[in-house]
């Protein structure tokens, strides 16, 4: 699924540049993507796109000085490090509390607990694209890392 979800980023410069869910399908299995895989991504995406209609309210009603105090079953599905990455992104200034709410929601419906650093990196990236959000050019390097790839310390 999460190939299919960076495939759509890198192939599509916007949202509206999306196909429609059927023809969309059909264009990944075209490309070789499996349709377990298709699926899943196009099941998540709809997740997506209710989630952020739900938590749309919230957009008109954001405070900059605003605070979220995860629960224990966010911890616990989350984990420490998808946390704490969705803490330093909303630091930057890159993820106002709306979009932070609709990660969240995101990240839990990929229903792995926790969720992996890499992961919690593209689901992230997916809602910022999804709502077409300016991203500073070293948190965008950032979302696209692998951390895998970086030297352990």
Same mark, same amino acid.
């Given at each position: 699924?999460?190939?299919?979800?960076?495939?759509?980023?890198?192939?599509?410069?916007?949202?509206?540049?999306?196909?429609?869910?059927?023809?969309?399908?059909?264009?990944?299995?075209?490309?070789?993507?499996?349709?377990?895989? @298709?699926?899943?991504?196009?099941?998540?995406?709809?997740?997506?796109?209710?989630?952020?209609?739900?938590?749309?309210?919230?957009?008109?009603?954001?405070?900059?000085?605003?605070?979220?105090?995860?629960?224990? &079953?966010?911890?616990?599905?989350?984990?420490?490090?998808?946390?704490?990455? @969705?803490?330093?992104?909303?630091?930057?200034?890159?993820?106002?509390?709306?979009?932070?709410?609709?990660?969240?929601?995101?990240?839990?419906?990929?229903?792995?607990?926790?969720?992996?650093?890499?992961?919690?990196? @593209?689901?992230?990236?997916?809602?910022?694209?999804? &709502?077409?959000?300016?991203?500073?050019?070293?948190?965008?390097?950032?979302?696209?890392?692998?951390?895998?790839?970086?030297?352990? &310390?």
């Amino acid at each position: 699924m999460f190939d299919i979800l960076v495939y759509l980023f890198e192939t599509y410069y916007n949202p509206q540049a999306c196909p429609k869910a059927e023809v969309l399908a059909h264009k990944l299995a075209a490309v070789g993507f499996e349709d377990d895989d @298709i699926n899943e991504a196009l099941s998540w995406l709809h997740v997506l796109s209710e989630t952020s209609s739900q938590c749309q309210p919230l957009q008109l009603k954001e405070h900059t000085d605003s605070r979220r105090i995860f629960a224990d &079953h966010e911890h616990h599905l989350l984990g420490a490090e998808a946390i704490g990455f @969705i803490t330093f992104l909303q630091n930057s200034g890159v993820l106002p509390p709306h979009l932070r709410e609709i990660l969240i929601e995101s990240a839990i419906a990929i229903d792995e607990s926790p969720v992996s650093l890499e992961k919690i990196k @593209i689901v992230a990236l997916m809602v910022l694209w999804s &709502h077409e959000a300016e991203i500073d050019h070293l948190i965008f390097e950032e979302l696209l890392s692998n951390d895998s790839d970086k030297p352990a &310390h």
